[in-house]
């Protein structure tokens, strides 16, 4: 049998991992089975660091508007990208590539995915927007700060 586990706190997902070893030693004593559990963890759940997301939000609501921002609920998706904010504060968004009247309506993984290249620009855009707002540095207190996980060690906290 195979399967994926993913929390969105690290130290839960240690005590699942410990308790389905437990389980799994149990039964295989029990019955004589060959039982295997492997790990640890290989995606962990994204994070946002919320000061981070403060200054991505001001500096995209100025190429898109604030009424084109919208915050998605948290997920459980895999992401190769959550390893970085395991070690440093980060922020990750999705651009909506998304578009109907041009019947790009399919989900990434699929063989018919593409995307709305227009929306490309704005993309562009938004990161240079963030730069500039943030040329003379972030505060790397405030970030760190904010930072409310307390299962992550993260470099200068």
Not at 4 to 17: A, C, D, K
Not at 104 to 112: A, E, F, M
């Amino acid at each position: 049998m195979w399967g994926t586990m993913r929390t969105y706190n690290m130290n839960v997902n240690e005590y699942i991992f410990e308790r389905i070893n437990k389980i799994a030693k149990c039964l295989s004593d029990e019955t004589g089975a060959e039982i295997s559990v492997t790990g640890p963890i290989k995606s962990y759940c994204v994070y946002n660091n919320p000061y981070l997301c403060e200054l991505m939000f001001s500096s995209f609501e100025k190429v898109v508007s604030k009424e084109n921002i919208v915050v998605a609920e948290p997920k459980m998706g895999s992401e190769d990208f959550s390893r970085f904010g395991a070690i440093i504060p980060a922020v990750f968004f999705n651009l909506g590539t998304r578009n109907a009247e041009k019947g790009i309506t399919r989900v990434v993984h699929n063989d018919d995915f593409n995307i709305d290249e227009d929306v490309m620009e704005y993309g562009a855009k938004a990161f240079v927007q963030f730069v500039l707002d943030n040329q003379n540095g972030i505060d790397m207190q405030k970030t760190i700060s904010s930072d409310d996980r307390e299962d992550v060690i993260i470099r200068g906290k």
